[in-house]
């Protein structure tokens, strides 16, 4: 018998029943292939998490490599502020002419009045005042327009406030122990002077035992100084403190608090650091800075809370 050609063979025949049930196993193969709202969702989540842990690791080593921030630290600036001593407020800083009164001895004597003056002295024969032909005006009082610096010790510099009337400091402390922390952690020590005393008396190491010595040579203290302005619950912390070191407070003397040359560069690099960040470029233009005592760092620092500004004068 002959082999069977290509053409003669045919697939068998397939029942409707068994094409259905194909067709379902197929659609089911499908559906397990894709992808779920949970699989995208999960997908998603996955890639935020290794995003974060990437930006993470790359923070964590940018701190690692960077080391601790360093302030901006500026040079420190001595400021020489403009002020009139004990001359007259005034508009100007014109030489006043002096009264006719003055003038009667500033002028050289003539050779008659030497006579006349030596023959009155010897006579004891009251001598009477000749006018004198100038253009004094007769008065005892100047016709100047005074001094137009602002008051304050005398100077040439450029007009700017100076730092104990420029500067507040406010310290927050629940009892009198964490406020001596604050002023011993700064170095800065309580004094009182006044009260019919000589000098000034001092009160250091506040934290522990309060200590204090005295300062008779009043012209050998350089350092910035504050005095209290206003009542306020820290003023009694103080009184307090120097009462504890021994030192008397009789006879309405007044308390001050003087700051070390180092607090005083701080403060300045504080509050230019400030001024800057507000595009402020020179102290001329700084009317008020108030500082707050705030923890951080190894004890405390200070902060600005406050800074007002002016127009500088040429």
């Known amino acids: 018998m002959p082999p069977a050609t290509s053409a003669e063979i045919e697939p068998p025949p397939v029942a409707d029943g068994d094409v259905q049930l ?16 949970f699989d995208v969702v999960t997908s998603f989540f996955m890639a935020l998490i290794w995003f974060i842990g990437t930006f993470v690791v790359l923070m964590f080593i940018i701190w690692l490599l960077s080391g601790d921030p360093r302030p901006m630290v500026l040079k420190p600036q001595i400021e020489e502020a403009s002020g009139r001593g004990e001359n007259a407020e005034g508009f100007e800083r014109d030489f006043e002419p002096p009264g ?9 004597p003539t050779l008659e009045d030497t006579i006349e003056a030596v023959t009155d002295s010897v006579s004891s024969v009251a001598a009477t005042l000749t006018s004198n032909d100038t253009q004094a005006t007769a008065t005892n009082v100047g016709t100047g327009m005074g001094d137009s610096r602002p008051p304050g010790p005398p100077g040439e510099g450029p007009y700017v406030v100076p730092r104990g009337e420029r500067w507040q400091l406010n310290f927050t402390a629940k009892d009198i122990k964490s406020y001596a922390k604050q002023l011993d952690f700064f170095g800065i020590e309580l004094a009182v002077m006044g009260g019919g005393t000589q000098g000034v008396d001092y009160a250091f190491n506040l934290a522990g035992k309060p200590k204090s010595r005295r300062l008779v040579d009043t012209s050998t203290e350089k350092r910035l100084y504050f005095m209290w302005t206003r009542p306020s619950p820290l003023q009694r912390f103080d009184q307090q403190l120097l009462m504890q070191a021994g030192v008397s407070l009789d006879g309405g003397r007044t308390q001050l608090r003087f700051i070390p040359p180092e607090l005083e560069d701080l403060l300045y690099t504080i509050e230019m650091t400030h001024a800057f960040s507000k595009g402020r470029e020179t102290v001329q233009e700084i009317a008020k800075t108030v500082f707050e005592c705030k923890p951080g760092g190894d004890g405390f620092t200070f902060e600005v809370i406050d800074q007002r500004y002016r127009s500088p004068k040429p």
């Open 22 to 37: 194909l067709r379902e196993a197929r659609r089911a193969e499908r559906e397990k292939l894709r992808t779920s709202r």
């Open 100 to 108: 006719e009164e003055e003038v009667e001895e500033l002028l050289e």
